[in-house]
Every structure is written in C-alpha cells, then in structure tokens.
C-alpha cells in the first residue's frame, strides 16, 4: 500500500522561499503523475502544480505561475514543490497527490487521485 508523506511547511514571511517534500513509500511512484494542491482555511481544495511521470511536462495554476517549480525524483520516490516570492494568499495546507496519468488528474479532478497525503501546513505572515 503506497504512502505520499509532506513535509517542509512552516510559518515563512511576505517574500520568503519554501520547499515542500513528499516522499512516498510502500511502492514506486515514478509511473504516477504527481501534484500539489492546496486548501485555505475555509475554502475547497485546489490545484497547485502537476507533473507527468517523466518529468517531461509541467503544469501551474495561473495563481503561482512563475512563483512555484514542481519537480520530482523518482530514483528517490520524492516530489518537490519549490516556492519563490511567498505571498499571504499562499496560506494553506499543500497536499501531495499520485494520479494513474496527467489525463485522470485533470479531467476527474479530486476524485481521480489514487493518492493522498495528510498535508502540509504553510503559513505566510505579512
């Protein structure tokens, strides 16, 4: 049974950088296409940044675009998510997320991942 575990979220101010981790564990995901999404207090889970299993494409949402660089290992089953130029709007728990394919992620959305993590807190402070 395959686990994504995040890590590297804390409290960071205006400007700062970040790099958040998932490792996973239990099996290998490199044929999984892997993403980040996000949920504010208060608000729905959204899309952050995806990759396919190769690496060969990513994809942003207009909100980080340019700010955030996803990348992954698959030798050390591990995704990274780097976080430039913070901003207070980028409050919220980072979840990691294994889809089969870029295809499931995107056209089933929430429902299609085949893996969760538990999430990751990033607070941003002004």
């Known amino acids: 049974q395959g686990q994504l575990v995040e890590s590297g979220g804390r409290l960071a101010q205006a400007g700062d950088s970040l790099t958040l981790v998932c490792a996973g564990s239990?099996?290998?995901?490199?044929?999984?296409?892997m993403g980040w999404f996000r949920q504010a207090p208060g608000k729905e889970r959204v899309f952050v940044a995806a990759?396919?299993?190769?690496?060969?494409?990513?994809y942003y949402s207009d909100s980080v675009k340019g700010r955030f660089t996803i990348s992954r290992d698959n030798a050390k089953n591990t995704v990274y998510l780097q976080m430039n130029s913070l901003k207070p709007e980028d409050t919220a728990v980072y979840y990691c997320?294994?889809?089969?394919?870029?295809?499931?992620?995107?056209?089933?959305?929430?429902?299609?991942?085949?893996?969760w993590g538990k999430g990751t807190l990033v607070t941003v402070s002004t």
């Open positions: 239990g099996r290998t995901f490199s044929t999984y296409a």
């Open positions: 990759m396919r299993w190769s690496g060969s494409t990513t």
């Open positions: 997320a294994a889809a089969n394919s870029i295809a499931t992620m995107f056209k089933t959305g929430l429902d299609g991942m085949d893996y």
